[in-house]
């Protein structure tokens, strides 16, 4: 085998996979096609457009530079690759009050926004895509409040104490002097007299972003390929 | 006539050994250095996941820190460093030329360290991308890549102008890795830093790039060093040499492939799971046909294996290269995949690759290397035993555990119908051996850091006669004493 060969041989089975699985859907990926509801089939009108509220951006770079994805991830697989569809609350409600059952797997709108899509390594955490969703209907307007509480240290929360092993996030929290009354915000937690917790920027960046995990939303039917089965699920 | 020709081989070999001396030492003790280092964040993450209050007051020893600040300095610290100081130690012996930029090289070193350092300190202080293996920030990845030019460049001109004749499988193996590794870190890095706007396709290029790191320069550079040692410290030919060809072109078809399964179920163009599953699966022909080729050409000296400390570790090296890509055939499996995607089945499979197969082999590498290039023998044989035994016991048993683990761990998550608590329960017993498997390595690896550091001070012993595991016929537990010179004919 000459030199010209093995180079040749070598740049054409790595340019060749190069190519196909890297470059070109990453700019295929790039700019994803709108998708149009359909009449008649559909319940909306118009171009399917993903609404997302709440600081994602600053949420998302503490999410990833506190490492929340090496325990959690972000995705409802479909049921070829996962029961995640069943589980509940991961991919949406079994029973919204308005909606009723909203479950559907991701789709390529619910990363629009990031820069990175968090699909996370494990799941020795829950799968937070839903997250949002699953606090808003369990704690209602609370939900802040009981995330902050939850990120601050995670075994107050008796639901979960005897067996979460999620981190404390107490750095993101400030201590600070009362000064008049007490913070609105200031969480629930034991601290030395006249001191009370509040979340920092980061946490109330962070808890935003965390509520902002709603990706349930009704999609175009063409989009929804493998919609839940009514009778069949968990 | 004859005589003569040896002695002339001897002496370029010598020269070849003595112009690498200061790079390649450097790369050895940095990269064992840096190995303390992540066990011991490895320790400290492993421990979290049992014990989340151990150490929970302190930022930088969050566990998504710690986590990924552990697979850096394993990845980028010991295992790239020990890649180069085996590559361009290989690619001039095989090429028969001698280094004439060691300057350059240990210039280069020091950046990639420098770089390294920072960016490990960044992702323990909060700086981290979030991108899985690719935690440091941004400013890291230029320096480190302009580096690694700088330290594999003379490597490639030595094999351009080597002369004519034979070329080794090894050097085959190499050349692809030190071509694929630019290519790879460079593009994968440019995509997710340089160009916004894809979310989705920077995490298919992280995957794939995740992917790379184990495929096409852990592999390579493991195989490669595999295909001299095996042969050399025992003086027999290949087994097969047609076969050594095939598994290295099977290995350039199908490792670039891979990558995209751990993205199943993730919306992303659907063909690209499957094919990186298919991908990773295919990888086991490669993998088994240099691990058989060359146990094959191992078994027929046993003896011979059990006292050389080198062929020892290549040999465990390559019975893991195997349990490998038997693994990449379950894990990628797609009924396997559904249960295993979100688990530590993933991490116990990256510990199989990079500290079982590929770091066993390096191991078995410096020990042969070091003592060539220091001119200088190992000090204890009991040393490198306490090292070898313990790396076994606890790579064997951080990588069963944690691929079982998370099979078990898996079936909790799949089963929706119980709680999540059952699936969170069931990692624990996992988390607890891990950690005491970790807690293991970090005694070998001082054994071994200790040793190596002991010859980089040229502390070795000044003895032509190796040493061997094998038990000693007279009360010196360091083995016979040989000539106090060893500069003549017998430097090997």
Known sequence: ?234 | MATLENDQDTILRASIDRSLRHPVMFFFTSGAAWLAVAILLGIISSAKVHSPGFLDSCPWMTYGRVSAAHQTALIYGWGCQAAFGMAIWLMARLSRQTCRNPGTILTAGHVWNFALSLGVIAILAGGGTGMPWMEMPSFAWMPMLLAYVAIVIGSMVQFKVRPEGHTYISQWYLMAALIWFPWFFGSAHLLVHGFSGSPLGAAGVNAWFRSAMLLMLFAPVGIAMAYYLVPKVLGRPVYNYSLSLIGFWSLAIIAPWAGMQKLTGVPIPNFLPYLGAFAAILFAVPAAMAGINLLKTAVTDLEKVNESPTLRFTVWGLIFLLIFGLASVLLNLPSVTRITQFTISGYGYDVLGIYGFFSFIAFGAIYFIVPRITRREWLSRRLIKSHFFLSLYAVFGIALVAIFGGLMQGVGQETFTSAWEDAADRVVPYAVMTTTCWCFLLVSNFFFFAHLTLMWLRLGRRSSHPTLLVEPHHHDPHGPEGDIDNAGPAVH
């Not at chain 1, 709603?214 to 839940?228: I, K």
Request: net charge negative.
């Open chain 1, 1 to 234: 085998m000459s030199f010209r060969n093995f180079a040749i041989g070598l740049t054409v089975s790595f340019g060749l996979a190069w190519f196909s699985v890297v470059l070109l859907p990453f700019f295929k990926l790039r700019d994803l096609t709108p998708v149009a509801f359909e009449e008649g089939v559909d319940t909306k009108t118009g171009i399917y457009f993903p609404k997302t509220t709440g600081r994602v951006v600053d949420g998302a770079r503490i999410y990833a530079e506190n490492g929340c994805y090496q325990c959690h991830t972000q995705v409802a697989r479909p049921t070829y690759a996962g029961n995640d569809l069943k589980r509940d609350g991961f991919a949406g409600l079994k029973g919204d009050p308005d909606r009723g059952d909203t479950r559907r797997e991701s789709n390529p709108f619910d990363y629009v926004g990031t820069d990175f899509a968090q699909i996370g390594l494990t799941r020795n955490g829950p799968d937070l895509i839903n997250l949002g969703r699953r606090l808003n209907a369990s704690h209602g307007p609370d939900a802040d409040e009981y995330l902050y509480r939850r990120l601050y240290d995670p075994r107050l929360d008796p639901a979960v104490a005897s067996w979460s092993n999620c981190p404390s996030m107490k750095f993101l929290f400030e201590k600070k002097e009362i000064q008049g009354q007490r913070s609105e915000k200031a969480l629930d937690v034991e601290v030395e007299e006249g001191f009370q917790i509040v979340p920092g920027p980061a946490a109330r960046a962070l808890v935003s972003y965390l509520l902002s995990l709603q990706h349930d939303d009704e999609v175009p039917s063409s989009m929804n390929y493998a919609p839940v089965i009514p009778g069949n699920e968990g």
